[in-house]
């Protein structure tokens, strides 16, 4: 009984740090998905054209790969709390001065703190979730991305509320900012989780093998990469193949719905611990999607629905993974997260000229052959570690 109690009081403590996470991930979906609804508004403050204003995205992921270095060595230095708070500080600046910002280079600069910011953000929240819930953060993680897909589904609604009541989109951001202060408030004064290699427990740290750590890089870059390009192309997709515009932009709320709702109905199984059947369940069915679109076995809605539910899992279940593969700090997390931006910048490049010279039948054929090699990888990185003895038990 004595043993039990601790425990129970343990798991009772981890529950506001934990719903606080979840807060702070809705917040960080809210900022990451204010740019693009909120573009047309920024240019006109700016007296920008489309094509100027776009510098907006390339700030941003600049700042975003910046914050994943910096915010993983911070990590594992200071209280992983006043790391978050400090992130928190400088994006409620950002998004307080974001709409007033008269100048496009004024709009840039804090664009690109936002993105440093958002990403510290993300990285630390999924740092301080694997330590708090340790062997058991699967399910926690998931839960994590499933509210900043809340967040991003949310924030078009707020600007679209506003603009059709004839108020500024300005107070979209401020409430945004309002939002992320009120989950500063919460978390302040609750303690950091410890890494479990400085608790004093019986942790014992995974031997580090850079081959598997830079082949888990990789497959992150693919994934991040994968998601970012069927977002940002499927309604030119749709455009170029005879839909409305209207009709096309609502595939991509179908995919970020549908890729949010799978990491929910995805917990059992991370829950129970069925981290490589999961992943290649995904990439099967993710190929078989991409197959059906180059061939137009289904109806381009239904597709999207499914190949969003494909990949929502793959995220949260390969950090997972990774953390038992190569126990996951500070700087491990940081790093992952800036090939997940190089990931972000680079795919999504690529698929435009591909487009151009060989038509839309090239986005199906590079997601199709991104996820092979994603799923060849994995194979190589899981006989690696069988063979060095270093996968755990």
């Given at each position: 009984?004595?043993?039990?109690?601790?425990?129970?009081?343990?798991?009772?403590?981890?529950?506001?740090?934990?719903?606080?996470?979840?807060?702070?991930?809705?917040?960080?979906?809210?900022?990451?998905?204010?740019?693009?609804?909120?573009?047309?508004?920024?240019?006109?403050?700016?007296?920008?054209?489309?094509?100027?204003?776009?510098?907006?995205f390339t700030a941003r992921a600049l700042g975003n790969m910046l914050g994943s270095?910096?915010?993983?060595?911070?990590?594992?230095?200071?209280?992983?709390?006043?790391?978050?708070?400090?992130?928190?500080?400088?994006?409620?600046?950002?998004?307080?001065?974001?709409?007033?910002?008269?100048?496009?280079?004024?709009?840039?600069?804090?664009?690109?703190?936002?993105?440093?910011?958002?990403?510290?953000?993300?990285?630390?929240?999924?740092?301080?979730?694997?330590?708090?819930?340790?062997?058991?953060?699967?399910?926690?993680?998931?839960?994590?991305?499933?509210?900043?897909?809340?967040?991003?589904?949310?924030?078009p609604l707020i600007i679209m509320v506003a603009v059709n009541n004839g108020v500024?989109?300005?107070?979209?951001?401020?409430?945004?900012?309002?939002?992320?202060?009120?989950?500063?408030?919460?978390?302040?004064?609750?303690?950091?989780?410890?890494?479990?290699?400085?608790?004093?427990?019986?942790h014992v740290d995974k031997v580090y093998d850079k081959v598997v750590f830079i082949?888990?890089?990789?497959?992150?870059?693919?994934?991040?990469?994968?998601?970012?390009?069927?977002?940002?192309?499927?309604?030119?997709?749709?455009?170029?193949?005879?839909?409305?515009?209207?009709?096309?932009?609502?595939?991509?709320?179908?995919?970020?719905?549908?890729?949010?709702?799978?990491?929910?109905?995805?917990?059992?199984?991370?829950?129970?611990?069925?981290?490589?059947?999961?992943?290649?369940?995904?990439?099967?069915?993710?190929?078989?999607?991409?197959?059906?679109?180059?061939?137009?076995?289904?109806?381009?809605?239904?597709?999207?629905?499914?190949?969003?539910?494909?990949?929502?899992?793959?995220?949260?279940?390969?950090?997972?993974?990774?953390?038992?593969?190569?126990?996951?700090?500070?700087?491990?997390?940081?790093?992952?997260?800036?090939?997940?931006?190089?990931?972000?910048?680079?795919?999504?490049?690529?698929?435009?000229?591909?487009?151009?010279?060989?038509?839309?039948?090239?986005?199906?054929?590079?997601?199709?052959?991104?996820?092979?090699?994603?799923?060849?990888?994995?194979?190589?990185?899981?006989?690696?570690?069988?063979?060095?003895?270093?996968?755990?038990?």
């Open positions: 009984m004595d043993h039990v109690m601790p425990s129970q009081q343990r798991a009772a403590s981890h529950w506001r740090p934990t719903i606080t996470y979840f807060l702070m991930f809705i917040g960080i979906g809210l900022i990451g998905g204010i740019l693009g609804p909120a573009l047309p508004f920024l240019a006109e403050q700016s007296g920008s054209t489309m094509s100027q204003i776009a510098i907006l270095v910096i915010s993983g060595l911070l990590l594992d230095r200071f209280k992983g709390h006043r790391v978050l708070l400090g992130m928190i500080t400088l994006a409620v600046i950002g998004m307080f001065l974001m709409p007033i910002s008269p100048l496009l280079i004024v709009m840039t600069v804090v664009i690109f703190v936002l993105g440093f910011a958002e990403v510290s953000m993300n990285a630390g929240g999924n740092v301080m979730t694997m330590w708090l819930h340790r062997e058991r953060s699967g399910p926690f993680i998931s839960t994590l991305h499933f509210c900043y897909g809340v967040g991003a589904m949310v924030v500024s989109v300005l107070w979209a951001f401020w409430l945004v900012a309002i939002y992320v202060v009120g989950v500063g408030i919460f978390l302040a004064p609750q303690r950091s989780p410890i890494s479990p290699a400085n608790d004093g427990s019986d082949g888990l890089l990789v497959l992150f870059a693919f994934y991040v990469g994968m998601e970012m390009t069927f977002a940002g192309w499927i309604t030119t997709y749709g455009v170029i193949n005879g839909m409305t515009q209207g009709d096309a932009a609502f595939l991509v709320s179908i995919f970020w719905f549908s890729l949010s709702m799978g990491r929910l109905l995805a917990i059992p199984i991370l829950r129970a611990g069925y981290f490589t059947v999961l992943l290649y369940s995904c990439l099967g069915l993710a190929i078989a999607m991409m197959l059906s679109l180059y061939f137009g076995w289904l109806d381009l809605y239904v597709l999207t629905l499914i190949f969003g539910l494909s990949l929502s899992a793959i995220f949260p279940t390969l950090f997972t993974l990774g953390n038992q593969l190569v126990s996951l700090n500070g700087k491990r997390t940081g790093m992952i997260f800036l090939a997940a931006g190089l990931g972000a910048m680079v795919a999504p490049t690529m698929i435009g000229p591909l487009i151009e010279n060989f038509g839309t039948d090239a986005l199906p054929i590079l997601l199709a052959a991104m996820l092979s090699m994603k799923a060849v990888g994995l194979a190589l990185i899981l006989l690696r570690q069988r063979m060095t003895r270093q996968r755990p038990a």
